[in-house]
């Protein structure tokens, strides 16, 4: 009985490739950055509706807080591209489009070993 049970969860393969180790560490700080700013940027609010003296210094922090995360979140997209830059996507030619470019390379080459056909710059000054 026990040996035909099915397993808690299946693995099944991605649609999309896990994100490098660098990208991801950016999005973490980021999405725990903003957050904060979320948080932070309620409890400001709050305050203020409250009227507590806390409410200058918390909106104070939120702008500050505001500022971090915008530049939490250009921090993942420039960790992206950098790390597509330097890792970036190694494409080959397929073998069709290989020997295509051969057979041009090679058609190029014979044509410009062959003369020139027609009547030369001389004979057409003598004629």
Do not use: K, N, Y
């Not at 026990?2 to 490098?20: F, I, N």
């Not at 932070?40 to 409410?55: E, P």
């Not at 530049?71 to 190694?90: E, F, M, S």
């Amino acid at each position: 009985m026990d040996g035909d049970r099915r397993p808690l969860w299946q693995v099944e393969p991605t649609a999309r490739r896990r994100m490098a180790d660098p990208v991801r560490t950016a999005a973490v700080r980021a999405v725990i950055i903003v957050a904060v700013t979320l948080i932070q940027a309620m409890v400001a609010f709050l305050c203020t509706l409250a009227g507590s003296w806390f409410a200058f210094p918390a909106v104070l922090s939120t702008v500050a807080s505001t500022i971090v995360a915008t530049w939490a979140v250009l921090d993942v997209w420039v960790t992206r591209q950098v790390w597509v830059q330097r890792h970036g996507v190694r494409s080959e030619p397929s073998s069709t489009a290989r020997e295509l470019r051969r057979e041009r390379r090679e058609a190029r080459r014979q044509e410009r070993r062959r003369p020139p056909e027609g009547p030369s710059r001389t004979d057409r000054a003598a004629a």
